[in-house]
C-alpha cells in the first residue's frame, strides 16, 4: 500500500484543492474530528473536503 493511501503517512508537501486548484495553508484548521486525528483540510474556496494529501473525500 502506498503511503498516499495510508491514513498514517505524513506530508509535508504543499496541498492544492482538486477541484479549484487553491494552496491550502501550511497550518491547518480541522473542520471536522476526522481532520483533527487523521489530517485534512476544506478548501476555503470552493468549499472541497480534502485528505491531507489533497485527494477529495466524497461524502456519501
Same mark, same amino acid.
Given at each position: 500500500?502506498s503511503e498516499?493511501?495510508?491514513k &498514517? %503517512?505524513?506530508n509535508?508537501? =504543499? =496541498?492544492? #484543492?482538486?477541484?479549484? %486548484?487553491k494552496?491550502?495553508? !501550511?497550518v491547518r !484548521?480541522?473542520?471536522n474530528? !476526522?481532520?483533527?486525528l &487523521? %489530517? %485534512?483540510y *476544506? #478548501?476555503?474556496? #470552493?468549499? *472541497?473536503?480534502m485528505d491531507k494529501?489533497g485527494?477529495?473525500i466524497?461524502?456519501?
Amino acid at each position: 500500500m502506498s503511503e498516499q493511501n495510508s491514513k &498514517w %503517512g505524513l506530508n509535508l508537501k =504543499v =496541498v492544492m #484543492c482538486p477541484k479549484c %486548484g487553491k494552496e491550502q495553508p !501550511r497550518v491547518r !484548521r480541522p473542520k471536522n474530528l !476526522r481532520q483533527a486525528l &487523521w %489530517g %485534512g483540510y *476544506t #478548501c476555503e474556496s #470552493c468549499g *472541497t473536503e480534502m485528505d491531507k494529501f489533497g485527494k477529495e473525500i466524497i461524502k456519501k
